[in-house]
Every structure is written in C-alpha cells, then in structure tokens.
C-alpha cells in the first residue's frame, strides 16, 4: 500500500482538522500556558515540521516569552542497527532556571522526544515539558511529561500546517490524511 498526497479535488474530504480547529485549540494552548509559566516561557522548536505551530503558538502567548530551534541527526551505518541520536541544531537560548516548554508536531513513541528531554535536562531548566500539536497514545512507548497536546490523533498519515509528505504539503492550512492506494 502505498500513500499520496490529496488532489485538489479531493482536499476538502481528507481534512482532518481544519486551520480554525488549529487557532482554536492553539488559543486555548497559549491562555493554559499563560496561567501555567506567569513569569515567562521558552519554546524549543523541534524540526522544520513544528514551525508553524511553534510560531503561531507563541503569538497566543502573552506572558514573557522567546522561542529557539533544534534538531537532531541520525547516523546508522546499516539497515540492521538501531540509528545513533545527535544534535544536529542545538538551542542557543540559555535554558538553565528557565521554564522550557519542547515544541513537536507529533509524538509518536516517545523515543526522539525522550533523547531530546535527557539532553536538555541535563542544562538544568526550572521546568521541562513537551507540548505537541498532535499525539497518538496508542503509539506512545515511553512515559514522557505531556503538558500540552493540540489534538490526540490515530495511525493516520497526516500532512499540512508545516508537515510534510515527500516534501510536499507543508504549506496546507489545515492537517489532511494521505490518500492510501493499493
């Protein structure tokens, strides 16, 4: 089986949830956020994917507020090994004694955002959350500190609002399943 992006014509059918979904529930995120962290908040941004979510959801906070990027490189020398984790962009904002709050567009089984939780405890920030647009508990492996989830979702091949399939669909306003062909 194999899976496409929608057509034009079949855009509307596959939306999962639509851009005012997004703003809404992205609204509600950034006013539990404000009540949470009063004094402030860092948001890590987690790859290219989670960069419009992380960008519109800074602007739905109203607290003191910064946002930095990172990401992480895999390296296997073959397909039988299980693929070495590495930071490839680090954070440049200082996190110690700070309020972090790490940015994904989805959490699957847990596995990159534990990697991730371990190297940025280490610099010792006051609080270290993840918060995610969508999670798929059924996926989940390892028990994580989810402060904050957009939406819970399935096993669904999703694309849009900044993720990507094969490159393609990153610029959706809304979140569309792929279209699964035999």
Same mark, same amino acid.
């Given at each position: 089986?194999?899976?496409?992006?929608?057509?034009?014509?079949?855009?509307?059918?596959?939306?999962?949830?639509?851009?005012?979904?997004?703003?809404?529930?992205?609204?509600?995120?950034?006013?539990?956020?404000?009540?949470?962290?009063?004094?402030?908040?860092?948001?890590?941004?987690?790859?290219?994917?989670?960069?419009?979510?992380?960008?519109?959801?800074?602007?739905?906070?109203?607290?003191?507020?910064?946002?930095?990027?990172?990401?992480?490189?895999?390296?296997?020398?073959?397909?039988?090994?299980?693929?070495?984790?590495?930071?490839?962009?680090?954070?440049?904002?200082?996190?110690?004694?700070?309020?972090?709050?790490?940015?994904?567009?989805?959490?699957?089984? %847990?596995?990159? #955002? /534990? *990697?991730?939780? !371990?190297?940025? +405890?280490?610099?010792?920030?006051?609080? &270290?959350?993840?918060?995610?647009?969508?999670?798929?508990?059924?996926?989940?492996?390892?028990?994580?500190?989810?402060?904050?989830?957009?939406?819970?979702?399935?096993?669904?091949?999703?694309? %849009?609002?900044? #993720? /990507? *399939?094969?490159? !393609?669909?990153? +610029?959706?306003?809304?979140?569309?399943? &792929?279209?699964?062909?035999?």
């Amino acid at each position: 089986m194999t899976r496409r992006i929608p057509t034009a014509e079949e855009y509307e059918k596959q939306v999962r949830y639509t851009k005012r979904e997004i703003d809404e529930r992205l609204a509600a995120m950034g006013q539990e956020i404000d009540r949470d962290f009063p004094d402030g908040v860092i948001l890590l941004i987690y790859l290219r994917a989670a960069a419009v979510f992380g960008c519109d959801l800074l602007r739905k906070i109203t607290v003191p507020a910064d946002i930095d990027f990172l990401s992480i490189g895999r390296y296997q020398m073959d397909e039988s090994e299980t693929p070495l984790l590495f930071l490839r962009q680090d954070a440049t904002v200082n996190i110690f004694r700070r309020n972090i709050l790490l940015c994904t567009d989805i959490v699957r089984t %847990g596995f990159t #955002m /534990h *990697f991730l939780l !371990q190297q940025l +405890q280490a610099r010792k920030p006051d609080s &270290l959350q993840i918060c995610t647009l969508l999670h798929n508990p059924d996926q989940q492996l390892l028990p994580l500190p989810m402060g904050y989830i957009g939406f819970d979702t399935s096993y669904a091949s999703l694309c %849009g609002y900044g #993720m /990507h *399939f094969k490159g !393609q669909g990153r +610029q959706f306003p809304d979140i569309v399943e &792929l279209i699964k062909e035999e």
